[in-house]
């Protein structure tokens, strides 16, 4: 298995209880190593066009709401496939859903407030770290 990387988000409802130190921690015990990371306020412009893809869904004004409602932490982890690793510690979108020893399961408090973002594959990896990262930000 190659080393990759991918992108994730500290969503607002975790950095607001002070979760940032202990989700990082969960994501490097998974074998996954920060090699970008900034705290950011986004902006409506920035989140409508990161979930661009859930347009159509009933949730998504909610979800641009939340994801400026308070800062977030945006990273880019490396490890050993990278994006399957990462979507496996983070546990099911909904936390009812989450299996003991992911970071939604410890720390989400709703299916919208589920504590991080993780790209789904190695394509939207590449386009979600461009979104948010220059190439001298990164640093592995
Ligand atoms: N979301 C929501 N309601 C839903 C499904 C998703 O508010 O019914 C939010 C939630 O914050 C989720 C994000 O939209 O993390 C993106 O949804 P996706 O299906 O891509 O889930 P993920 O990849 O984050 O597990
Ligand atoms: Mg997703």
Redesign the pocket.
Known sequence: MAVTRTFSII?PDATRRNLTGAVTKMLEEAGLRVVASKRIQMSEDQAKKF?E??AE???YG??VA??TSGPVVVQVLEGEDAVKRN?DV?G???PADAEEGTIRKAFAE?????S???S?SDENAATEIAFFFSDDEIVG
């Open positions: 969503k979930y893809v859930h869904r009933p949730f909610e979800l939340f994801m979507r983070m099911a979108t909904n709703s299916i919208e407030a589920n991080v973002h993780g789904d």
